[in-house]
């Protein structure tokens, strides 16, 4: 009888290790994700622990702001709350659905952040105004420093603070941006809104729209 010999290739094993450990947390995701169908809040934590820091470090890297990220996964999760049925399993793993769900999110507000950008722009003429110089034009107007801010009192509290950080204290878009963690578009559009209001205000002919 002829000797027979096994060749034993240990990178094989550890592949075929790696599927089937894969394929058991494939499972247990599965049945988790099926559980939270039946409204089991301790399976929807589990698949937020197990995912929720993975999914947030995908949507820094697209947004590349923390509060921003912390929404987008918040959504994507939610949907898996609201609408775990929309999960399909022939068509990937919990993981790859959950991150895909986060990834889409992300660039669509990437996406609608830099088409408000575009409005806010083509609505200005293309050029972002020289707003501190419209408020001390405004003030030369008003010839008090008092009626302008009588007149800010009264724009709503998030434009009246970004056109305050500009007109008090002489910071940029791009500075107070950063520092109420808002995006640039955020601002630009607030402050125009809020000059075209104080503008109305202290120039009562002029169409505040």
């Known amino acids: 009888m002829p000797a027979v010999t096994v060749a034993f290739d240990p990178r094989t094993t550890?592949?075929?290790l790696t599927i089937v450990v894969g394929s058991l947390e494939d499972a247990r995701d599965r049945e988790l994700v099926r559980r939270v169908g039946d409204g089991d809040e301790e399976a929807f934590r589990t698949l937020f622990r197990r995912y929720g820091p993975v999914a947030k470090a995908l949507a820094a890297r697209v947004l590349r702001q923390a509060h921003l990220a912390e929404e987008i996964v918040q959504e994507?999760?939610?949907v898996l709350w609201r609408s775990p049925d929309s999960y399909r399993e022939d068509r990937g793993t919990v993981r790859a659905w959950l991150m895909s769900?986060?990834?889409?999110r992300a660039v669509d507000l990437v996406r609608r952040e830099e088409a408000?950008?575009?409005r806010i722009q083509t609505a200005a003429g293309e050029v972002q105004p020289d707003v501190g110089q419209q408020v001390v034009d405004l003030t030369d107007l008003a010839e008090?420093?008092?009626r302008v801010r009588a007149a800010l009192a009264e724009i709503?509290?998030?434009q009246r603070q970004v056109l305050e950080l500009m007109y008090f204290e002489g910071k940029t878009q791009?500075?107070?941006a950063g520092?109420?963690?808002l995006p640039l578009g955020t601002v630009k559009s607030r402050t125009l809104l809020g000059m075209r209001r104080l503008r109305a205000m202290l120039t009562p002919s002029e169409d505040p729209r």
Do not use: G, Q
């Open 14 to 16: 550890r592949r075929k």
């Open 76 to 78: 994507a999760f939610l």
């Open 101 to 104: 769900t986060v990834h889409h």
């Open 116 to 118: 408000h950008r575009r």
């Open 144 to 146: 008090s420093r008092e």
């Open 156 to 158: 709503p509290p998030e």
């Open 174 to 176: 791009t500075t107070i």
């Open 179 to 181: 520092e109420l963690t």
